[in-house]
């Protein structure tokens, strides 16, 4: 992932402005294979590259035939050359798979985002009459943000610390819109079927299902770098490997880099399900890495985790921690781009809580809010984590095809049916069950959803509460609502997280993109309404999921109460490249 700072009409126009932006550009740490500064009167675009396609010439910025029109991006356009096609007049000045931008302006305006098949946050700016563009990808794998200047300016970055000494509003720029300067607002381009929430009634068809998805992995194997997949053991990141290592062979990745794939998984030394993620790579012939990591580890990170990751969202933190050290070790092994299994959970309702879906419109519905959030949590999560560090994650689960095909399905096929023999994800299960041609062992495919914050194990989940406890007291938790008026920490770890993050970002405007709200085992505030017993006993672990969970707490007895035998029989959650000691 790279990262993209532009200051938009600003009133300096002097050298020492071209040091500072330059300057905020290098805070954000991705790559750089390439770092840039273009300036055009009041308008600068700053770049720092981590390239995946086209090393040799892709540098930024972009430019169209007469360098009129000026681009800096981050992101991947999958369908590039298809788009190429469309543009055979135009010149092309690099094989970026990016140069595709400046030259749809041209053709068709403003109304071309929707032509892009990928993840992307751009900038894009027209010296002819100085006025500009920004857009972000559907869902919001790419980070970026937006903010506002005294002096009039606009300031776009990929990252909240490119922006928050400089301006005296930003906020998070929406996924799936842009802003225009010549309408001086946003527009949501990103307009699919399920956006409205209406109730889908195409009947599921597993083979559309399984095409979809294969086409979603293998259409991310476009890559000029040496690339793995992060692997875990569990559903999601499982039948990622397990298609990537089916396709890669004839690809163009393969002739460049070989046909063996590459995977990675990290974990407390000892964990069953470093175990189980080992068995998945000897079943689909990876070579394997194995990373091991203490709690003592984690917990010296997480300074740089909440500086990096820009949030003080207690489960994001808790996810990114395992995420952000695994990073670090795949970039040091010359690996650049990994695939990642994000986004199932969200789209076919794999959380715990998901058995309480009172009927399929509301199943339907709260899968609408969570894809909806999925930028403020494990998109963030991803992107961040792996970016810090000079790494690309790509998400075909995020795929737009694939989430119109797998959103567009009657919701009653999705319902979890134990008495039916349908755990969570049943329909995903299901389409890749394949007799003749397994992708994975039974046992894997039909293996129980579980989610991350408890799969990370509660030796690390504990380790973390001890070490909060040891620096937060009673006496500021009482005064929290008077310190933390917005988002208020309800815990000595949220607490803890929150002093951090203050520290690094102090501003309102900071705090304020951050997520907040009730949650019960992930869910949003709304499903929390699913359950009576689940208002008293708010806690993002999947054991919060009273009478799901088979080591759910009991209604009576809070998180901070329960004794750790209970909390070490906890079963391992799911995550792309994590497993943990439980």
């Not at 790279?2 to 020492?16: E, P, R, T």
């Not at 681009?71 to 298809?82: P, R």
Request: hydrophobic share 40%.
């Amino acid at each position: 992932m790279c990262g993209i700072l532009a200051v938009l009409g600003c009133s300096d126009d002097s050298q020492a402005k071209r040091v500072r932006v330059l300057e905020l550009s290098r805070r954000q740490h991705r790559g750089p294979d390439w770092s840039g500064l273009y300036q055009h009167g009041d308008c600068y675009l700053a770049h720092q590259r981590l390239a995946i396609i086209d090393p040799a010439s892709g540098d930024q910025p972009l430019f169209n035939e007469d360098k009129s029109i000026v681009v800096t991006v981050n992101g991947e356009i999958y369908n590039h050359e298809e788009l190429r096609k469309k543009l055979a007049h135009h010149k092309f000045r690099t094989g970026s798979d990016c140069d595709v931008i400046a030259h749809l302006y041209e053709e068709y305006g403003e109304d071309f985002v929707d032509m892009l098949d990928g993840i992307f946050s751009f900038v894009l700016l027209d010296t002819r009459d100085n006025s500009f563009v920004v857009a972000r990808d559907a869902i919001g794998v790419t980070s970026l943000y937006i903010g506002w200047g005294l002096d009039g300016s606009v300031w776009i970055s990929s990252e909240l610390k490119g922006l928050n000494d400089d301006c005296e509003h930003f906020e998070s720029f929406p996924p799936g819109h842009l802003y225009s300067s010549k309408s001086g607002g946003f527009r949501r381009w990103y307009n699919p079927p399920w956006f409205s929430e209406a109730i889908p009634s195409v009947p599921y068809d597993p083979l559309v299902l399984r095409r979809a998805f294969e086409n979603a992995v293998t259409k991310r194997l476009m890559t000029d770098v040496p690339f793995g997949v992060l692997l875990s053991g569990g559903l999601d990141s499982s039948l990622v490997a397990s298609i990537t290592a089916r396709y890669l062979a004839g690809t163009k990745a393969a002739k460049q880099w070989g046909a063996q794939l590459h995977s990675f998984c990290v974990g407390l030394e000892g964990s069953p399900d470093l175990k189980a993620a080992r068995e998945v790579a000897d079943y689909l012939g990876t070579v394997h890495h194995e990373f091991h990591f203490t709690v003592q580890d984690g917990i010296d990170a997480i300074e740089d985790v909440i500086y990096h990751i820009e949030t003080y969202d207690v489960t994001t933190i808790r996810a990114s921690t395992p995420m952000f050290l695994m990073s670090r070790k795949i970039k040091s092994l010359g690996v650049k781009m990994v695939i990642s299994g994000e986004g199932s959970d969200e789209i076919f309702g794999g959380y715990l809580y998901f058995h309480k879906a009172p009927d399929k419109d509301e199943f339907h519905r709260e899968t609408c809010r969570k894809i909806k959030a999925l930028h403020q949590y494990d998109c963030l999560r991803a992107n961040k984590a792996t970016s810090a560090w000079g790494l690309e994650a790509r998400v075909p689960f995020l795929d737009k095809e694939f989430i119109n095909v797998a959103m567009s399905i009657d919701p009653e096929a999705k319902m979890i049916k134990k008495d039916e023999g349908r755990i969570e994800k049943w329909v995903l299960r299901r389409a890749f069950d394949d007799e003749e041609h397994p992708y994975l062992p039974k046992h894997i495919l039909y293996r129980q959803k579980e989610q991350f914050s408890d799969g990370v194990g509660y030796s690390w989940i504990d380790g973390l509460k001890a070490h909060a406890a040891r620096h937060v007291t009673d006496k500021m938790m009482f005064n929290a609502s008077f310190i933390f008026p917005h988002n208020t920490p309800t815990t000595k770890e949220a607490y803890y997280y929150r002093m951090i993050f203050e520290r690094f970002f102090p501003q309102n405007s900071a705090r304020l993109t951050v997520p907040g709200g009730a949650s019960v085992a992930c869910s949003t505030a709304k499903a929390v309404e699913w359950d009576a017993a689940w208002k008293n006993n708010l806690d993002p672990s999947g054991r919060a999921a009273l009478g799901v969970h088979l080591s759910a707490y009991d209604a009576e007895t809070p998180l901070s109460n329960k004794p750790s035998k209970v909390i070490d029989s906890i079963p391992r959650m799911d995550f792309p490249g994590v497993a943990i000691q439980s």
